[in-house]
């Protein structure tokens, strides 16, 4: 959470750390800021609120200078306001501070230091660490940060700028990711690489417990200690076009849209003579046979395409696989075997702090960790035993699409692998499934291609929904009677709608959605429901059909929209029986179907039918994934709601 950009060099920052902050606003969009430097002078501009009112600030101030920092905030102490808002100072104003993380230790420090008659100008945890440079710095800018970041407890990636060094930019980190971008006559710092890949692709990713300190013509890293470090700067290897929205009005609909060529990008990648190959995967086949037993450990979305991966694993490898989520694993007992617990761990960016912190409790009990991890060079993936990418390219919209189903896919991938390693798939087997996974581009396309029913399914339910909200604003007729200027009332309204939107869910109930599955589906019905919380804002929950007798059927009356994850399958005819029983109580029904399905066709069975290509159950999530990420989207572009960046959200969850 929170994105930072620096720049030193001979050309002006402020449109270089602008463009940073907007390539890395899918890490928070609560408030921003950036300082710069000129010659011996630094200024500020912070605003709360989107990057467009700091960019609109800034314009305004005209500030200039070619060394400078940015920050792009995720609230954690302290509300978004401007003056929580980063760069943070001190007292001389002569050091400005910009942080992700979180200083657990905030309170001691602030209490200590403000006996020091330290004044402080803001509810954050950071705005210790700059008084603890002002306190340290005698002279040397990089003693200083060492001895600051020795008093830190917690996670930290830092930068930091000063009027007294206005030629130099220092960054620190620990627990939190950042990395050097290395230019000619120009470096740079940033959270992510997205950040300054229009600038230069060479980085080097800094260490924990490390500091770097920049200048226009030289990079160099130290430890805590001062000692240097020789840090080599790798290659970074990604296509600048793949992070922005190719004509697509949200990177959300884009991603969406991108999931045939990534499957198709995964597949060639990895089988070679129908087989299954990872060759970035630095795991002897010797240690692997020795596995008795998986844990998978994630979060959100990456959690639920594990879950999927019990099912698969455990058909294919015949060993117990346990999921969990990384915020409940890391504080448990956790129960590995020395070299004989598999832990995999799945995360988009790599950088999730509970799956991080999870990673690190299983290591330290000598488990086997093994990654399926988007962001090359991430945290996740650089302190793990063995990392398999998936290949999604860069995933912009908060909201996870393309990254599940390349998730999916891996992990379907790695179980046939460790299906040949352990010895329990037969070839058939895996020729069978590999020819069914084949198919999954074109399935993909299919389901794209026809999402003109998804769209009116949408529409209905946006219909049902304003006709609900319009029924609401009688009772405020009178209410807006009372206002005499017509101008006022008409405000009146239009904010009482608004609200009524964002906390629609809460406050009017009455359409909650409910996602029911089964087997290899129950996870994308969790899935489904998490989608359309995150960028709609309504009320929706999945579950796993078996379980709605044992409490969920309480919310059924025609309110509710029960939508049915149902093709084809083994278990086809029990969930025709939940279907049945949800109609018996007046639910109104969405089934999910494979195309052709007469049956299920029938009015008794379903208000609302979206169908899929016939597919085999046990890949069936693949496809699943596609109609239920499109109904979210179509209904929050419907409500209106902020798709790619939905209130209180972050890309990049890098606290606990
Ligand atoms: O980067 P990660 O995959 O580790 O992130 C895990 C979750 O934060 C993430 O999947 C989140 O739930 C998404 N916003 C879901 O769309």
Redesign the pocket.
């Known amino acids: 959470m929170c994105g930072i950009v620096g720049y030193i060099g001979g050309r002006e920052a402020v449109p270089i750390l602008i463009e940073g902050l907007k390539n890395l606003e899918y890490r928070g969009y609560d408030s921003a800021g950036i300082a710069v430097a000129d010659s011996d002078k630094v200024f500020m501009v912070k605003r709360s609120g989107k990057l467009k009112n700091l960019e609109a600030a800034i314009n305004e101030s005209g500030i200039s200078g070619s060394l400078g920092i940015g920050h792009t905030r995720w609230a954690t102490h302290g509300a978004p306001t401007e003056a929580n808002a980063h760069p943070h100072f001190g007292k001389t104003r002569e050091f400005f501070v910009v942080h992700n993380g979180i200083i657990e230790n905030h309170q001691q420090l602030k209490e200590s230091l403000k006996r020091e008659k330290c004044r402080f100008n803001s509810e954050t945890d950071t705005e210790v660490i700059v008084h603890l440079l002002e306190k340290f710095y005698t002279g040397d800018l990089k003693q200083a940060v060492c001895r600051t970041v020795k008093k830190l407890k917690g996670s930290f990636a830092l930068g930091v700028i000063s009027s007294r060094h206005p030629d130099l930019l220092l960054a620190a980190r620990r627990d939190s990711p950042l990395i050097i971008g290395l230019g000619k006559g120009e470096n740079y710092i940033a959270s992510d690489v997205p950040a300054i890949l229009s600038q230069t692709r060479s980085v080097i990713y800094l260490e924990n417990d490390e500091i770097a300190v920049l200048g226009r013509d030289n990079a160099e890293v130290f430890t805590v200690n001062g000692d240097c470090c020789n840090r080599r700067p790798v290659t970074v290897k990604m296509d600048p076009d793949s992070a922005s929205k190719g004509g697509y009005s949200h990177f959300m609909i884009k991603e969406i849209n991108e999931q045939p060529e990534v499957m198709r990008r995964i597949l060639s990648a990895r089988i070679k003579n129908n087989r299954v190959r990872f060759e970035e995967l630095k795991l002897n086949e010797k240690r692997l046979k020795n596995i008795d037993n998986i844990q998978i450990v994630?979060?959100?979305?990456?959690?639920h395409a594990g879950l999927c991966g019990k099912y698969v694993l455990e058909k294919l490898l015949k060993i117990p696989v346990n999921v969990d989520t990384s915020s409940e694993f890391r504080y448990r007992e956790q129960i590995i075997k020395k070299n004989k617990t598999l832990v995999i761990t799945?995360?988009?960016?790599?950088?999730?702090a509970d799956?991080l912190a999870a990673l690190r409790a299983s290591q330290q009990k000598g488990a086997l960790i093994l990654s399926v991890v988007n962001v090359v060079g991430s945290s996740i993936a650089r302190e793990s035993d063995g990392v398999v990418y998936i290949y999604a390219g860069p995933e912009i919209a908060?909201?996870?699409t393309k990254?599940y189903t390349a998730q999916l896919m891996t992990i379907y991938l790695l179980a046939l692998y460790l299906g040949e390693v352990f010895g329990t798939v037969s070839e058939r087997i895996r020729r069978e499934m590999l020819r069914m996974l084949a198919r999954t581009p074109l399935k993909m396309k299919e389901v794209l291609a026809n999402n003109g029913r998804i769209k009116r399914v949408a529409r209905d339910y946006v219909k049902r929904y304003n006709i609900r909200l319009a029924e609401q604003f009688k009772f405020l007729e009178d209410e807006v009677a009372q206002f005499k200027d017509s101008r006022k009332a008409l405000e009146f309204a239009e904010q009482w709608a608004r609200r009524s939107h964002l906390t629609y869910g809460r406050r009017f109930g009455d359409f909650p959605f409910l996602y029911l599955g089964r087997n290899v589906n129950f996870p994308s019905a969790l899935e489904g429901a998490?989608?359309l919380k995150?960028i709609t804002y309504i009320s929706a929950e999945g579950y796993a059909a078996g379980e709605m007798k044992h409490g969920p059927i309480a919310l059924i009356d025609e309110f509710p929209l029960v939508i049915c994850i149902n093709p084809r399958s083994s278990l086809y005819d029990k969930m025709l029986s939940n279907i049945q029983e949800i109609k018996a109580r007046r639910g109104t029904v969405l089934s999910i179907a494979t195309k052709g399905d007469r049956e299920i066709r029938k009015k008794a069975y379903s208000d609302y039918i979206i169908e899929i290509p016939p597919v085999n159950e046990f890949v069936s999530p693949l496809i699943v994934a596609l109609p239920l990420q499109l109904l979210a989207y179509y209904i929050a572009a419907g409500i209106g709601c902020d798709i790619d960046q939905p209130r209180n959200?972050a890309?990049?969850?890098t606290v606990e």
Not at 298 to 303: D, E, L, R, S
Not at 346 to 352: F, L, M, R, Y
């Open positions: 994630a979060c959100g979305t990456a959690y799945v995360s988009q960016s790599g950088e999730t799956t908060v909201a996870s990254a998490l989608k995150e959200l890309k990049s969850v």
